[in-house]
C-alpha cells in the first residue's frame, strides 16, 4: 500500500542508503552521501504535498515500510509524471516488493492522478533495474544521455524510459 512519506521515515530510508553503491544507484550525486535528515526533509517532506510539484510515498506491506518511490517534474497540462526516486529496502529485496511498489505507482499515475506519459531514468551502472522496467512492466528505452553524472573521476549516462496509458491499459 502506498502511504504519504513523513520525517519520522527518515531514519529507515537513511538506513536503505547506508550502503554508498545503493545510495548512488538511486540517488546519483544529486543529495550527497550519506543522506541528512534536513535534506530529506526538504525535498521528500516539505513540498511532498503539493500535487503540482512532487509527490512522495512509501510503500508497506503488514504495516512496515519495505520501498520508497515518488512522482516528480508533475505537468498537469500535458499529464505527465516523471519517477525520480525508487528504492526498495535491501532486505526486503527479491521478495516481490519492488514489483508490487512499482505496480501501484503505475496505477496511482495513470488512474488517479490521469497521466498520459510517465518516465524515469536509469544509470547505466544498472542494468538490473533496466531490465525490471522493461520487461516487468513495458517500459520502453527512449535514448541514452551520455555523461550525465560523475562518479569516483569517469562519467556515465543514464536510460530515459516511459511508458504511456495505452501501454499499461493494455497490460492490465
Given at each position: ?5 513523513e520525517?519520522?521515515?527518515f531514519?529507515v530510508?537513511a538506513?536503505?542508503l ?10 546519483g550525486?544529486?543529495f550527497g ?6 535534506i ?7 513540498t511532498?504535498g503539493?500535487p503540482n510539484?512532487r509527490l512522495?510515498f512509501k510503500y508497506?506491506?503488514d504495516?512496515r515500510a ?10 498537469r497540462?500535458n ?15 527479491s521478495?516481490g516488493?519492488g ?6 505507482i503505475l ?11 510517465i518516465d524515469l531514468?536509469?544509470f547505466?551502472?544498472n ?9 516487468a512492466?513495458g ?7 551520455r555523461?550525465t553524472?560523475?562518479k569516483d ?12 496509458r495505452p501501454?499499461?491499459?493494455a497490460?492490465?
Amino acid at each position: 500500500m502506498l502511504v504519504a512519506l513523513e520525517k519520522d521515515d527518515f531514519e529507515v530510508v537513511a538506513g536503505w542508503l547506508a550502503d554508498p553503491e545503493d545510495h548512488f544507484k538511486v540517488c546519483g550525486n544529486a543529495f550527497g552521501y550519506p543522506l541528512k535528515r534536513e535534506i530529506f526533509d526538504a525535498f521528500f517532506v516539505e513540498t511532498a504535498g503539493d500535487p503540482n510539484v512532487r509527490l512522495c510515498f512509501k510503500y508497506c506491506v503488514d504495516g512496515r515500510a519495505v520501498g520508497m518511490v515518488h512522482f516528480t517534474r508533475i505537468d498537469r497540462q500535458n499529464d505527465f509524471g516523471h519517477i525520480g526516486v525508487a528504492m526498495v529496502d535491501p532486505s526486503a529485496r527479491s521478495g516481490g516488493h519492488g514489483r508490487a511498489m512499482f505496480a501501484a505507482i503505475l496505477k496511482k499515475g495513470f488512474e488517479e492522478l490521469n497521466f498520459h506519459r510517465i518516465d524515469l531514468n536509469v544509470f547505466q551502472s544498472n542494468p538490473r533495474a533496466l531490465k525490471f522496467y522493461q520487461e516487468a512492466f513495458g517500459f520502453k528505452v527512449e535514448g541514452l544521455a551520455r555523461d550525465t553524472i560523475k562518479k569516483d573521476g569517469d562519467y556515465q549516462g543514464w536510460y530515459t524510459l516511459s511508458l504511456l496509458r495505452p501501454e499499461w491499459l493494455a497490460q492490465q
